[in-house]
């Protein structure tokens, strides 16, 4: 009971620092702080890794909230139901998943949209591939089924084809250029003249993004720097990343510089945005283009050669998380929801997030995995278009910093274990980016073979990417022509 008071008092404190006032003009809305009574009788039975030190102090949004809530068109829906159908139910409503403080979080926003919009939101949950069926079984009939999807990027595409969706465009009032959305997420929902799907925090699985974990003692065992005074610096780089890891699978003993589990199709990608690269620019009124053969793509692709390639890796996928937590491997590069795994290690680890290009580079940056990261669609079908934009924003805009902040001080209280990790993790999460080429990658084989597989099969050795450029860029731009229209 002394341990839980102590936790209970730790949230407490954090709550009351992050929980602020959302200011519109249908009113004011304050986060709620939960009685000490109420957290004793709903408080998780699992302990918790993190010590009473640990600051989960987070940011402060208020002021931002209020300066994007006058995008909203000032109605009030006097208590219509909003419908969001979605492919993972726990980022409106939260279940048995969600972790309790993010619950928290995820109530007090829902009531917050309620109260500024007057509305009742109410969420059902569908496999992709059915909420697709039934959506284009709904507009074809031209009958209601929801005012909002949200669905995985990968599927993008399909619902584009489908005539699933709207042009978000076509809402009236409603503005892409914001600080609410990702702006890397604008641009992988857009197509020539039309804006298909956007993603912003209210969207954002965590869960989908990926970090670094390392090995503290390999580190202080090779006779390193900590990296974390690296990336405060700005100086956590490719080449230093690759030093580190080479270091750690020369030490002695059976001993490995990286691997890579849940992340392993994917790992050349998480390097490649990480040194802030794109493989496509996407924006409104224009087609679609590949971004890669520039001087500086093709030494980021060199580098991840040296960070891959060139360092001793622990081998099978299958068995990465396990090799780390047995403590021989200095690096893991998996996603940020493997803590939960490592929690009860007895290997002492941390976290870190993709290292950049170089130390001119402005942000670290995180790859949002496309087969999990969520894009928000207005459906063509739905009786109140203004109602339907005012909606997406609101939520996002109530969204902003709150639920990032929840999904650290989350992980604080059951898995990280120093300050350092939970600025790292912060930094993770505050930086996700997209790409127009997973959107659509499964329309036509022209897309990922002129993109994605064009920087994976290079570094792999397969070809090079000056050919994989002159095989595909072609087929790559007819593509875009027939999938986009623009009125020039």
Do not use: H
């Amino acid at each position: 009971m002394n341990n839980l008071k102590k936790y209970i008092s730790l949230a407490l404190c954090a709550l009351m620092l992050f929980g602020n006032m959302l200011l519109c003009g249908c009113g004011v809305f304050i986060f709620n702080i939960p009685s000490e009574t109420e957290e004793e009788t709903t408080a998780p039975e699992e302990e918790t890794t993190a010590p009473e030190e640990l600051d989960v102090v987070k940011g402060e949004y208020s002021g931002d909230v209020d300066r994007f809530m006058k995008d909203l068109t000032g109605a009030n829906y006097a208590g219509a139901v909003a419908r969001i159908v979605t492919t993972k139910k726990s980022l409106i409503l939260p279940d048995e998943t969600t972790g309790k403080t993010i619950s928290e979080d995820l109530v007090e926003r829902n009531e917050a949209i309620e109260s500024n919009l007057g509305i009742s939101l109410v969420c059902d949950e569908r496999e992709a591939t059915v909420l697709l069926q039934e959506l284009r079984a709904a507009v074809k009939s031209e009958s209601y089924y929801a005012d909002i999807v949200m669905y995985p990027q990968s599927y993008i595409g399909a619902y584009v084809q489908g005539g699933a969706i709207l042009n978000l465009n076509s809402l009236p009032e409603f503005e892409t250029d914001t600080g609410y959305y990702y702006k890397s997420g604008v641009a992988a929902g857009t197509g020539g003249d039309a804006v298909y799907a956007v993603a912003g925090p209210a969207s954002l699985d965590a869960d989908s993004l990926s970090c670094i974990f390392f090995n503290k003692k390999m580190v202080e065992a090779a006779g390193l720097e900590s990296p974390y005074g690296l990336v405060d610096r700005g100086e956590w780089t490719l080449d230093k990343y690759t030093q580190y890891a080479a270091a750690g699978g020369a030490l002695e003993g059976d001993c490995f510089g990286y691997g890579a589990q849940n992340t392993s199709t994917y790992l050349t990608d998480l390097f490649y945005f990480g040194a802030g690269e794109k493989l496509t620019e996407s924006n409104l009124g224009y087609y679609p283009c590949l971004s890669l053969g520039s001087e500086r793509c093709l030494s980021v692709i060199e580098k991840i050669k040296a960070a891959t390639l060139g360092v001793e890796s622990s081998g099978s996928a299958l068995t990465a998380i396990d090799s780390f937590k047995s403590g021989s491997t200095m690096f893991l590069i998996d996603r940020v929801d493997t803590m939960e795994a490592l929690a009860a290690s007895s290997t002492d680890w941390g976290v870190l997030p993709m290292p950049k290009y170089d130390s001119e580079q402005e942000k670290y940056m995180t790859l949002a995995n496309y087969e999990d990261a969520l894009f928000i669609s207005a459906v063509p079908t739905a009786p109140n278009y203004v109602m339907t934009a005012d909606v997406i924003a609101c939520m996002n805009i109530v969204t902003y910093g709150y639920t990032k902040d929840a999904y650290v001080t989350n992980a604080t209280y059951y898995y990280l274990r120093d300050n350092e990790s939970i600025r790292m993790l912060d930094l993770v999460v505050s930086n996700p980016v997209f790409d127009f080429s997973y959107s659509f990658a499964s329309t036509y084989n022209a897309i990922p073979s002129a993109t994605f597989m064009a920087v994976r099969n290079t570094v792999a050795g397969v070809s090079t990417l000056e050919r994989y450029i002159n095989m595909w860029s072609r087929q790559f731009e007819n593509s875009m022509y027939y999938l986009f229209d623009v009125d020039n």
